[in-house]
């Protein structure tokens, strides 16, 4: 089963800057995603987009929103429509007349499965932190201090045994720290203490 979306623009470039409100956001997140772990999942890939823009973009609120946004809705349609992941929810935002940006980094999350490049910095850091935040989250699970006192090197041994959460993507990660030119050991410090607030 082939994810591709066979196309590399979406929206209308004179949709930029519309978002969504945050209500109208977290009525499609709960209408759509029954499944915990992917919400939380989410909202925790929301938090850092947002803290990101935020800390390193410079953004203003609007712009921290929107960042915010397409880390919240990124996977929205995964728990209904596996099969129409990504493409159920890029259309869901074109008709709402969402920015293209929002839609091309959501497009892009998965560019080998959706056949969509990352190309702005939006774009970079959702894919970015998808992967590695799953990782980071996984290993919280496994200490009984879940995120306190969490370091850099214990997150690494986790990256290097390949059978530690087996499902995410290591090429991935580093594709992603590439792309965005962004050391790993940065960016996982980065995580930690911000993914640990969100619950
Ligand atoms: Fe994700």
Redesign the pocket.
């Given at each position: 089963m082939s994810l591709h979306l066979g196309r590399n623009t979406f929206g209308n470039a004179a949709n930029m800057g519309n978002l969504l409100s945050r209500e109208e956001a977290n009525k499609l997140f709960n209408d759509w995603v029954m499944n915990e772990r992917?919400q939380l999942?989410?909202k925790q890939?929301a938090y850092l987009m947002k803290c990101w823009a935020a800390e390193k973009e410079n953004a203003d609120e609007q712009l921290q929103w929107k960042w915010e946004l397409a880390g919240l809705l990124?996977?929205a349609d995964?728990d209904q429509w596996p099969d129409l992941h990504c493409k159920k929810i890029i259309e869901e935002l074109e008709n709402r007349n969402v920015d293209p940006e929002v839609l091309h980094a959501i497009a892009s999350?998965?560019h080998l499965h959706f056949g969509v490049e990352p190309v702005n910095n939006i774009d970079k850091m959702l894919y970015a932190f998808?992967?590695l935040?799953?990782l980071i989250h996984a290993y919280s699970l496994m200490r009984p201090e879940a995120y306190a006192g969490m370091e850099l090197k214990g997150v690494k041994k986790r990256l290097k045994e390949k059978s530690f959460a087996a499902n995410v993507s290591r090429e991935d990660i580093n594709d992603a720290c590439n792309r965005a030119n962004i050391l790993l050991d940065d960016l996982i410090t980065f995580i930690i203490p911000r993914q640990a607030t969100v619950v």
């Open positions: 992917l999942h989410m890939v990124h996977d995964w999350h998965g998808d992967e935040s799953g």
